[in-house]
């Protein structure tokens, strides 16, 4: 089997990154950075979802596993002192895949200019580099609203636990296959009035937002952040690909969520 490591960057994951390739090697896996079967990450969440974005070319043909040397997350189940068993899972252990939905974000501009596609692991957001944001919200080709406000965020079930809680979004099943609307301090009063609930849309709805306003635009897709001058549209939609995590032990997901937010 062809694998990779990658690291965080910090002395701790780097010398671990460095151990974890050298008994791989050792067991006769092959060591290969362009086209890896498995990705292991060292370091975090935030490794992993670099990783996803690095390979995201090709997630038909690659699994991902994390190893945190920090706090546990969500993605990162592994730790340090659990190395040399995860090895072993790896060179001489059958795994079970795990399939988690993603997010497709397709950007349309004004003119002649090509549409870019992109693929999110947590969420995509939208909102103006200055003042408010007016934008309809169409979902399944029909207007549901105008939203004003800060911004939206839309995020895939495994991305529900990062900023779509802080804006007071429902935490989902990763397994289930959908994308999650959530408003960023929407205006509210006599003139003015959204939803002002998160939304949850099934596999086959989409979601387009057509900005009316002429501001500035930034869009971030995950960590990575996009300013336009002006856009024509966003469409977010469950994405045909999905991201595969190798999984060699169980791994609750509302156990990992009790130890994150509630666990004293």
């Known amino acids: 089997m062809k694998f990779t490591v990658t690291s965080r960057g910090d002395e701790v994951s780097n010398t671990l990154q460095q151990r974890i390739k050298r008994y791989l090697l050792d067991f006769g896996l092959t060591y290969d950075e362009q086209a890896p079967e498995m990705v292991i990450t060292v370091g975090g ?17 690659t699994a991902f596993v994390g190893i945190h ?18 090895v072993i899972h790896i060179a001489k252990t059958p795994y079970q895949i795990v399939e ?8 349309r501009h004004e003119g002649d200019l090509k549409a870019e596609r992109h693929l999110a692991l947590n969420e995509c957001t939208i909102k103006s ?3 408010s944001l007016v934008s309809t919200v169409e979902i399944k080709g029909d207007t549901f609203e105008v939203f004003r406000g800060d911004g939206l965020c839309i995020s895939t079930p495994s991305g529900s636990t990062a900023y779509n809680k802080a804006l007071g979004g429902a935490i ?4 289930l296959a959908s ?23 099934p596999q086959h ?24 001058q002006r856009i024509k549209s966003l469409q977010c939609r469950v994405a045909e690909e999905k991201v595969r995590f190798a999984r060699f032990r169980p791994f609750p997901f509302w156990k990992r969520v009790k130890e994150s937010f509630i666990r004293e």
């Open 45 to 61: 969440d935030g490794t992993l979802l670099q990783a996803f974005h690095d390979y995201s070319d090709r997630l038909e043909n």
């Open 69 to 86: 040397t920090g706090h546990l997350g969500f993605y990162a189940d592994w730790v340090p002192d659990e190395v040399e068993k995860l």
């Open 179 to 201: 994308i999650q609307i959530a408003e960023m301090a929407s205006i509210n009063n006599r003139v003015y009035r959204t939803i002002g609930s998160p939304l949850v849309l």
């Open 205 to 228: 709805h989409t979601c387009l937002l057509k900005p009316l306003n002429d501001v500035d635009i930034q869009v971030t897709i995950d960590h990575y952040s996009f300013n336009y």
């Open 172 to 175: 989902l099943h990763p397994s």
């Open 100 to 107: 988690y939905p993603l997010l497709e974000v397709i950007v």
């Open 129 to 131: 580099i200055e003042g």
